[in-house]
């Protein structure tokens, strides 16, 4: 009897292992997401962790008649990278991230850990210095710069 209940403890914790392995460790997916970075915090009770959003280009719909901005909530786990990127807050970036099938909490908040920049760029606005000086001058009513 004794040899049942060893071999059940034995299979039981081998299965346990083997469960958290996937929940927590293996990395599910892994990709690349782009968009402009609004904010990466530290913030956190017992476990403070770097937290962040990247709002994406485009609309997605979650109810019928309900439209809103796409966002990617993150976690970092990199200190350095953390602080990076909150330098870079209002810049377009493409991240790179994994995916985790659970989270856990001194990890982030969330089953997306960025682990690194692809690429940085600024923000373009379309609007060139030409036509902010054309818009200043039809503002103030005088044509051009005259100064000399």
């Not at 034995?10 to 690349?32: D, K, N, P, Q, T």
């Not at 995916?99 to 001194?106: D, N």
Request: glycine content about 10%.
């Amino acid at each position: 009897m004794k040899k049942f209940f060893r071999i059940s403890a034995v299979i039981l914790a081998i299965s346990l292992a083997v469960f958290c392995y996937f929940r927590f460790y293996f990395v599910f997916g892994e990709g690349v997401r782009n968009g402009e970075l609004n904010y990466v915090v530290y913030k956190g009770l017992v476990f403070k962790t770097y937290e962040g959003k990247l709002i994406q280009t485009g609309i997605r719909s979650q109810k019928t008649g309900s439209i809103q901005s796409n966002t990617f909530e993150f976690s970092v786990t990199d200190k350095q990278l953390a602080e990076e990127l909150m330098r870079s807050s209002g810049k377009i970036m493409e991240l790179h991230y994994k995916e985790y099938f659970g989270r856990l909490p001194w990890r982030g908040h969330t089953k997306y850990v960025v682990d690194s920049i692809v690429s940085k760029k600024d923000k373009v606005t379309g609007i060139g210095e030409d036509a902010l000086m054309d818009a200043a001058a039809a503002l103030t009513g005088t044509e051009g710069s005259t100064a000399m």
